[in-house]
Nanobody, 125 residues
Framework: QVQLVESGGGSVQAGGSLRLSCAAS????????MGWFRQRPGKEREGVAV???????AYTNSVKGRFTISQDNAKNTLHLQMNSLKPEDTAMYYC???????????????????WGQGTQVAVSS
């Protein structure tokens, strides 16, 4: 069983920055994918960024160049550095863990089987 606990959410003005963290405990497969997803009101959960055990990353187009996903394997911690935040980034952000498929991690919620409770991010204009 894997437990994931997010922190670091909050309220900022547009153009500001936040750093989300996710503390992972329990058994995490060596081939695990870790990711950040978000869900805006009335919208489906969408993939924001994923990272595999080798450090390869993928981002959804709307956050490329603004967000950076990273992981500290020694501390079992996942981060999401969010810069140049926009009002449309307002959402509940979730940390997730899953297995890679064919050696790749995908920005697809269905490929992740462990989820945190989420941390709220609010960006005002």
């Amino acid at each position: 069983q894997v437990q994931l606990v997010e922190s670091g959410g909050g309220s900022v003005q547009a153009g500001g920055s936040l750093r989300l963290s996710c503390a992972a405990s329990g058994y995490i497969y060596s081939s695990a994918c870790m990711g950040w997803f978000r869900q805006r009101p009335g919208k489906e959960r969408e993939g924001v960024a994923v990272i595999d055990s080798d450090g390869s990353t993928a981002y959804t187009n709307s956050v490329k160049g603004r967000f950076t996903i990273s992981q500290d394997n020694a501390k079992n911690t996942l981060h999401l550095q969010m810069n140049s935040l926009k009002p449309e980034d307002t959402a509940m952000y979730y940390c997730a863990s899953g297995r890679s498929l064919g050696g790749y991690c995908y920005l697809v919620a269905g490929t992740f089987n462990y989820w945190g409770q989420g941390t709220q991010v609010a960006v005002s204009s």
